[in-house]
């Protein structure tokens, strides 16, 4: 099990895109990126300086550069967009529809600053239904990883996956704890902890709350089945319903509107393969506000309390 | 026979295939199919460096065509079989269930020769910009074709990409416009008009061309001066006048024939102005 206090550094899991990318760069010459105007923001620069023959500026044309990269991909490039969430699915679905997923293009969109934790800059930009609109589009893999290592791992496993890959991270410096060397492999969950009680299924920065909220609830004797699903689709089935088997309730934890996040994902497997008590740990129905990042996840119920409070209810309706 | 002639010949086929196809399922977009059937035709049996025979999604080392304006399958597809992408009797099927034609074309079927869906328009600029900057980044000397409607030329998306081609200098590209100046609720100009689309693509920077679409000898003419245009770092623009439903008098003139099908009356007219050079599918 990892212990909060031994991990002591951090980092935001946008330079962990930053650093994958960079290295795909070596790697693969076939990698372009291309990004909106936001080249420092997505932590960028360092592939642009690398191969400015294959760093694409597309300004702020957001439809314009997903179109592009379609058209890229079709000829064997692989287009890594980069730009903030919300500019990165709700501002471009309808090309995301056609020209990528229904086109069947190998364009990897990668979105950083998603969810409340960007802070400040408020609802315009924080969004909270991404996940809810890729997870529906046909033929759409949905990573939301949980660090700097997991997200530079999964940068590079999405070059590799032959597909449109959607990719979520975000803007704050949040602690480092997946292991550095784990090999990332989509659609596959990350069980971080084995137990019998309750199981939490966490994704992105909710991981590290979860892990918090578990120390919690096992010095109070409960026991908790961790599990990282960083993949919300494809959904790892087995190592859900395997977890499920043994503690016959869960609890889902997203920085993501309860309507159509991983918690409804877990819910309608569940309900069609194991059904049991689930309580949500997500952002209920909203828009958020300005704030520091810390100060919205208390407001909005999304910290290690919420996670343990949810826990305890979902024990009790078993 | 002359080139032309010879072309003139197959365009006339294609019309056929078009009113054939849309009166069959009673569904389709026969108007600016018709008007496009005499660029389409020269670029699929002329201008176009392709593989008919041996389709690959790529399109590297060959020219590549976009339709963007995915509401005209019905000539797309028929150039398409004609020129041996795939099987003449197969245009039977179109927009029916299991076909590979879709209503608007799609590549989730496979058919050969489609290498994006389009339909939702506004689209097929943006990727054709991209294929071109694949073919500049792997030194690939081909050039990228896409046909935009007028209307289409309403969405926004458009011109984002009219700027980012002209500030990137994409100069592997020749896009044509299809101005009939219809679209669906009336004509352009009623509906939000252009007035001076040659200077508004002037003024983005793209080298601009008029010709008229519907006159065999001079979209060879001009389309091949297009051609020598490319590496000169500029996109190249071809303002293309064409007649919705040309070739079919009583689909001329109007927005009208935009999207609905002949009756079996009107199928009869329009075929007897169509003579059947290549046989019916």
């Given at each position: 099990?990892?212990?909060s206090?031994?991990?002591?550094e ?5 330079s962990g895109?930053?650093?994958g990318l960079?290295?795909?760069g ?10 909106a105007d936001l ?14 023959e ?26 890594f967009?980069g730009?903030?969430a919300?500019?990165?699915t ?7 529809r ?5 086109s069947?293009k190998n364009v990897?969109i ?5 969810g409340l934790t960007?802070?400040?800059?408020g609802a315009t930009?924080?969004?909270?239904e991404?996940i ?9 893999t ?5 660090d700097?290592n ?14 449109p890959?959607?990719?979520r991270?975000?803007?704050p410096?949040w602690?480092?704890?997946?292991p550095e060397?784990e090999?990332?492999?989509?659609g ?9 009680d ?16 578990t120390e ?11 599990i990282?699903?960083h993949?919300i689709?494809?959904?790892d089935?087995e ?10 309730c869960m ?7 309860r ?11 569940a309900?069609?393969?194991?059904p ?6 997500a ?11 810390d100060?919205?996840?208390?407001k909005?119920?999304?910290?290690a309390k ?8 979902a024990?009790?309706?078993? | 026979m ?5 072309l003139?010949?197959i365009a006339?086929?294609?019309?056929r ?6 009166h069959?399922?009673q569904s389709?977009?026969?108007g600016?199919s ?7 035709t020269?670029?699929y ?5 392709h593989?008919p ?6 399109g590297?080392?060959?020219?590549v ?11 797309f597809?028929?150039?398409?079989a004609r ?5 003449v ?8 269930l299991?076909s590979r034609?879709q209503?608007h ?10 290498r ?5 328009l ?5 990727f054709?910009?991209?294929v071109?900057l694949?073919k500049?980044?792997?030194?690939d ?6 046909n935009?409607?007028?209307?289409e030329?309403?969405?926004g998306q458009?011109?984002?990409a009219?700027?980012?081609a002209?500030h990137?200098k994409i100069d ?8 009939n ?5 009336g004509s352009v100009e009623?509906i939000?008009?252009f007035?001076?689309?040659?200077t508004?693509?002037e003024?983005?920077?793209w ?13 060879l003419?001009?389309m091949?001066?297009a051609?020598?245009?490319t590496?000169?770092q500029?996109?190249?623009v ?5 007649e919705?439903g040309a ?5 001329m ?17 329009a075929?007897?102005?169509l003579?059947?050079?290549l046989?019916d599918?």
């Amino acid at each position: 099990m990892i212990h909060s206090k031994d991990i002591k550094e951090s980092k935001d899991t946008r330079s962990g895109f930053g650093a994958g990318l960079l290295e795909l760069g070596k790697q693969n010459k076939d990698v372009v990126a291309l990004c909106a105007d936001l080249t420092g923001s997505l932590k960028m620069d360092a592939f642009k300086e690398a191969f400015p023959e294959r760093f694409v500026q597309a300004g702020i044309a957001e439809a314009n550069m997903i179109g592009m990269a379609a058209g890229l991909a079709s000829g064997g490039k692989i287009p890594f967009t980069g730009t903030f969430a919300n500019f990165s699915t709700g501002r471009v679905y309808d090309q995301i529809r056609q020209s990528v997923a229904y086109s069947g293009k190998n364009v990897k969109i990668c979105a950083s600053h998603a969810g409340l934790t960007l802070g400040e800059d408020g609802a315009t930009h924080q969004i909270l239904e991404d996940i809810g609109m890729m997870k529906m589009l046909p033929g759409m893999t949905v990573i939301n990883p949980c660090d700097y290592n997991q997200t530079k791992a999964a940068t590079l496993a999405i070059a590799e996956h032959q597909g449109p890959v959607y990719l979520r991270f975000g803007r704050p410096k949040w602690p480092i704890f997946y292991p550095e060397t784990e090999k990332f492999v989509i659609g596959k969950a990350w069980q971080i902890k084995e137990g019998s009680d309750v199981s939490i299924f966490a994704t992105g920065h909710m991981v590290w709350e979860a892990i918090k909220a578990t120390e919690e609830l096992e010095a109070e004797g409960i026991s908790v089945d961790l599990i990282n699903i960083h993949t919300i689709k494809p959904l790892d089935n087995e190592a859900v319903l395997k977890s499920l088997h043994k503690t016959k309730c869960m609890v889902s934890a997203e920085e993501h509107n309860r309507i159509g996040g991983l918690g409804d994902s877990l819910a309608q497997l569940a309900a069609s393969s194991f059904p049991c008590p689930q309580e949500y740990v997500a952002v209920n129905d909203s828009f958020g506000e300005s704030g520091t990042p810390d100060e919205l996840l208390v407001k909005y119920g999304l910290t290690a309390k919420n996670i343990v409070a949810a826990a305890k209810k979902a024990l009790a309706r078993k | 026979m002359s080139e032309t002639k010879r072309l003139q010949e197959i365009a006339s086929q294609v019309r056929r295939d078009i009113v054939r196809m849309v009166h069959a399922v009673q569904s389709g977009h026969p108007g600016g199919s018709l008007g496009c059937a005499d660029l389409l035709t020269a670029l699929y049996f002329n201008i176009l460096d392709h593989n008919p025979k041996d389709f690959d999604i790529k399109g590297n080392n060959e020219d590549v065509f976009v339709l963007s304006n995915g509401h005209i399958s019905p000539v797309f597809y028929s150039v398409l079989a004609r020129s041996g992408y795939f099987p003449v009797s197969e245009l039977a099927t179109f927009r029916k269930l299991n076909s590979r034609l879709q209503g608007h074309p799609a590549t989730k079927e496979k058919l050969p020769g489609v290498r994006v869906a389009s339909g939702s328009l506004g689209q097929g600029l943006s990727f054709a910009v991209g294929v071109a900057l694949q073919k500049k980044l792997d030194q690939d000397s081909k050039t990228v074709y896409v046909n935009l409607g007028d209307g289409e030329l309403q969405e926004g998306q458009n011109w984002e990409a009219i700027m980012f081609a002209a500030h990137n200098k994409i100069d592997n590209l020749i896009a044509t416009v299809d101005f009939n100046g219809q679209q669906i609720d009336g004509s352009v100009e009623e509906i939000m008009g252009f007035k001076e689309l040659r200077t508004k693509f002037e003024a983005f920077g793209w080298l601009v061309m008029d010709m008229d679409g519907n006159n065999m000898e001079q979209i060879l003419e001009v389309m091949q001066e297009a051609k020598e245009q490319t590496g000169n770092q500029k996109p190249i623009v071809v303002l293309m006048k064409t007649e919705m439903g040309a070739g079919v008098d009583f689909m001329m003139g109007s927005h009208a024939w935009h999207g609905i099908a002949p009756n079996d009356k009107q199928l009869q007219d329009a075929l007897a102005q169509l003579p059947e050079t290549l046989g019916d599918y």
